[in-house]
């Protein structure tokens, strides 16, 4: 999963990249509206952070650009301002939720799962087959045995998970898994995808990420009986 | 403690003991309606009074023709006794009476009587129509008398003449009298609708302006409205100014004008807040977050030492913020009063620069006495010097490194002035008058790099005015920025 943070108070931005990241995150940076808006703009993000006040152009101004370029990416609005009129012009703005500072970080996770959860799923749990992972806690489990990944594998796999029976091509796999600091060619996911593969395998899940030639991979359920 | 709703109808009812809670519109009604009553029973009793005098002037005129005619049937002279006989017509009305009595009678008796009486009370002769009726007489007045009298039951205006002879003693009266019913009806029917209609006006009339008072302080209701649905919410109400410039606009636009500083003063008051929360909220919710990651995970001590040392930055940084704010928010609410005593402002300048040099050493930068500072100012020594601290760190603050600032005073029209200029980045024009606002920064992006929070200047001004020292400032970009302080005369 992909994140924009667009945060002038270094500190803050800081921090946020930082735990973020430790929770298997890609995020990007930006410390004004302009540089903001323009990776918004650019770049496929699952969820747009954005702070009210910021040099150049407002946080606002931002939220309202981008649900203007058709975007319909989920936008967190990250603020000092607290007063009710402040809550509802942010939220009327286009900005999906609204968090005020200081918050709590564990707060913050929340709030950015609820927005990545698709469809209403009511749990955290995502599950294909026999495997179970759990966003919260990062655990992997196939049936009710647990295996471990690293936070890539882990990152890569949820991604794939979470739009299971769609085909993910490698440069949006990219574009979603790792941040804009990486520019090394594609066939890096194909290593991840061979380490995921072995681990599934192992822990006796079978073969549920295929390959689509020429596009990339899909995640779905295998029927024993069809092959 | 007092409730503040116990205390106000007790002052209405002070204020208005006679009309207790009458509005505006009946009082107006009121007042207007009694000084009209009051007027109208004057004109009503004088037209009364007026008519009975000319009715009564009428019914005089009318005995003197009478008496007259009399004198003149008789032969006689003016009031001269000449015998009982000349007055024989008197008796021979009565005669020719009888003649046809029935229905002259009835006619006789509208008209006037007429009686002769001698000295001693005894009737000589009278005039038919009285029949048994007798006219008074009384001896006791003197000379011609007009008066009211009753004949037979009915009021009547007689004239006494007394006849006298050549000797001048009175030896009889002739008495004349008309009746006065058919004009005493006429005046009572006069009073009687007056009487009615007195009310009756004066109600209508308390009714008509009423309506019209009412209809004249309608834009006084819309005030009202306007007032009291006004809250912290919809303060860009306004009062709808009514057509007509007199007393009622101008009352709106004042009240008008009453909002707009309100609403200014609000605005600027919920800015102050919000610019406040943004500063202090900042750098909590950078510590907090940067602290809640730290525990997430095991790392290693550098790390630690980096993001704890960062944060006591912040926590430092929170705590000057707090300083300045407690320190603002105290002059504002005038609880801080200055002390002020006549001080030599060389003494206060010495004593700041010497704070303030190992800064200015440090950019090297020069600070210059631009002529022995000298005067005798009525200041508070410790507000004065926080006010010239504050400007001075300033100035070091956006002086480029090997400048110089210098710092003069002078006399201008017998008033003592302070100045200090730097040769700093200045002050574009158009933000010179917002450089005092508190959270003002005139360049944003240039606060972090300097660590100001904009409140400096806004503290410098707030003491300037408890102290009514005059504060001016004049810039010109990348030249320089000079601030000059007018003290009262000491």
């Known amino acids: ?227 | 403690m007092t409730i503040p709703g116990d205390k106000a109808p007790e002052r209405h009812k002070t204020g208005w003991k006679y009309l207790p809670s009458m509005s505006l519109r009946n009082r107006m009604a009121f007042y207007y309606t009694v000084a009209t009553a009051f007027l109208m029973a004057v004109v009503f009793a004088a037209i009364l009074l007026l008519v009975d005098r000319i009715v009564f002037m009428h019914f005089d005129e009318e005995l003197r023709h009478e008496v007259a005619e009399t004198f003149e049937d008789a032969h006689v002279k003016g009031q001269v006794f000449s015998g009982f006989d000349s007055f024989r017509a008197i008796n021979g009305t009565e005669g020719e009476a009888e003649e046809h009595e029935g229905q002259a009678k009835k006619k006789e008796l509208d008209s006037e009587f007429i009686q002769l009486v001698d000295s001693s009370g005894r009737i000589v002769s009278k005039s038919a129509n009285l029949s048994q009726n007798i006219l008074t007489v009384n001896p006791a007045y003197s000379g011609v008398r007009y008066f009211n009298s009753l004949v037979g039951g009915e009021q009547v205006r007689q004239v006494q003449v007394p006849l006298v002879n050549s000797k001048g003693i009175t030896e009889a009266y002739l008495v004349v009298a008309v009746p006065m019913k058919s004009a005493m009806l006429v005046l009572l029917d006069l009073q009687n609708i007056m009487l009615v209609s007195f009310p009756v006006i004066i109600l209508i009339l308390f009714i008509l302006t009423r309506v019209i008072a009412g209809r004249s302080i309608r834009p006084v209701e819309k005030v009202i409205a306007t007032a009291q649905s006004m809250t912290q919410v919809n303060l860009d109400q306004r009062i709808p100014l009514p057509h007509n410039q007199d007393e009622l606009y101008r009352l709106s636009a004042t009240i008008n004008a009453l909002f707009d500083r309100l609403q200014d003063a609000f605005q600027r008051e919920k800015q102050f807040t919000a610019d406040a929360s943004h500063e202090l909220k900042t750098p909590l919710a950078a510590v907090k977050g940067t602290l809640e990651v730290l525990v997430r995970k095991p790392r290693d001590t550098a790390h630690y030492e980096e993001r704890i040392r960062y944060c006591l930055d912040e926590l430092s940084r929170m705590a000057r913020l707090i300083d300045q704010l407690l320190m603002l928010a105290r002059y504002e609410n005038d609880t801080m009063n200055p002390n002020i005593a006549k001080i030599d402002i060389a003494v206060s300048l010495k004593s700041v620069i010497s704070r303030l040099e190992p800064l200015a050493v440090e950019k090297l930068i020069s600070i210059r006495m631009e002529n022995t500072p000298s005067g005798t100012v009525a200041a508070d020594p410790a507000m004065l010097e926080m006010m010239i601290g504050n400007i001075l760190s300033n100035a070091i603050k956006y002086s480029p490194a090997g400048s110089s600032i210098e710092i003069g005073t002078a006399r201008r029209s017998s008033l003592l002035v302070c100045s200090i200029t730097d040769h700093g980045v200045g002050i574009p024009e158009e933000k010179l008058q917002n450089v005092f606002d508190r959270f003002y920064r005139v360049d944003a992006s240039r606060s972090s790099s300097t660590g100001g929070f904009g409140l400096g200047l806004s503290i410098v001004r707030k003491l300037a005015d408890l102290q009514h020292i005059g504060i001016s400032v004049s810039s010109r970009e990348n030249a320089g920025t000079t601030f000059e302080l007018t003290f009262p005369s000491a």
């Not at chain 1, 200081?102 to 469809?119: D, T, W, Y």
């Open chain 1, 1 to 227: 999963m992909r994140l924009l943070v667009i945060e002038d108070e270094t500190g803050i931005a800081r921090f946020l990249k930082e735990g973020l990241e430790e929770e298997y995150f890609a995020v990007d940076v930006a410390f004004d509206g302009k540089s903001g808006l323009d990776l918004a703009m650019t770049n496929d993000y699952d969820l747009i952070m954005v702070d009210w006040m910021i040099p150049g152009i407002s946080g606002v101004e931002v939220c309202k650009q981008i649900r203007r370029s058709g975007s319909s990416v989920p936008i967190l609005f990250l603020t000092a301002r607290d007063t009710l009129e402040d809550v509802v012009f942010g939220l009327d703005s286009g900005a999906n939720d609204y968090i005020k500072k200081p918050f709590e970080f564990e707060e913050l996770l929340a709030r950015i799962r609820v927005q990545l959860r698709k469809n209403n799923q009511d749990t955290d749990a995502l599950t294909v087959g026999t495997l179970t992972i759990n966003a919260v806690t990062h655990q992997v489990f196939c049936g009710s045995k647990e295996f471990t990944l690293t936070p890539k594998e882990f990152a890569l796999l949820d991604y794939l998970v979470r739009n299971k029976d769609r085909p993910c091509s490698r440069s949006r796999i990219i574009e979603h898994v790792w941040d804009m600091h990486f520019y090394s060619d594609t066939s890096v996911i194909d290593v991840y995808i061979n380490f995921l593969r072995k681990k599934l395998e192992q822990a006796g899940c079978g073969n549920l990420i295929q390959t689509i030639r020429g596009v990339g991979y899909i995640v779905r359920e295998t029927r024993p009986e069809s092959e």
